[in-house]
């Protein structure tokens, strides 16, 4: 054998006898290829899961939307105001006003029973803004309630015939006066009076109900011939003293407070002392009950002497 012949062999560490026992290693870049894949898997099954199942949830969303509309006096409403152009109603009260109004009502207590006198621009927002109480409209016109309720059946209101005049305003005065011990007295149920500024001939449960806030905007007094508002006043100051329940307070609003028959009649019937505050053309009177033995609607107060409460 020749030297420069000679083969060096050389045996690998790593290098194992094959055969059915033979044990094969991943590396670990094989391992982390494995891992990456499943967790690109996993991560791509959970985004287009949860993007399926987002339509679901938003169905849901509008489902239950329509399952609660909105109550249908405010849907009424807002579909009312929406469409009216403001600029061409009369009467209307302004903010100021209906904003003192509201904050009652928003304060009193459910269910709030509430009169109004009058059927105005603003009937649609009372009855609204009294949802889940009671509110009824009386009103001069059989023709405007019959109207009101044939557009909204939700709504309660009554036709009465007012038989005075502005014009026998102090005679009408003078005549309670001497009424106040008779027909007239303040604590009473109308129902069974003759009294002439005394309204008896709504229905009969009206007179049984607790009013809690009542509202003067009705009927007509802007002429000498119009019924005028001292019928509603004085009844609004005989429900007021007369009222039953635990309730001992009334809330009582004279719109257009600036007019003769509606400034004195305020004053005879709702009185100076319980005049809380006077807002544009609103007057806003809080009255308590009282005693079947009494006879005068107010005590012996000078409104000249208080203090303005006007703003």
Known sequence: ???????????????????????????????????????TFAFAL?????????????????????????PATVFDALIHYASVNSSTVSSRMSAVELNTIAAVLRGCKKPCNFLVFGLTHETLLWHSLNHNGRTVFVDESAYLVSKLEEKHPGIEAYDVQFTTKVSELHDLLDYTKEQLKGECRPVQNLLFSDCKLGINDLPNHIYDVAWDVILIDGPRGFSSSAPGRMTAIFTAGVFARSKKGSATKTHVFVHEIDREVERICSEEFLCGENLVETKELLGHFVVDKMEANRFEFCSNFDPSSSPSKSS
């Open 1 to 39: 054998m020749k030297a420069n012949s000679a083969k060096l062999i050389v045996f690998h560490p790593s290098l194992h006898k094959q055969g059915s026992g033979t044990v094969i290693t991943a590396s670990p870049r094989i391992w982390f290829l494995v891992f990456l894949s499943f967790f």
């Open 46 to 70: 959970s985004f287009f899961t949860a993007k399926e199942t987002l339509p679901s949830s938003k169905t849901s969303s509008v489902t239950s939307a329509v399952n609660s509309p909105l």
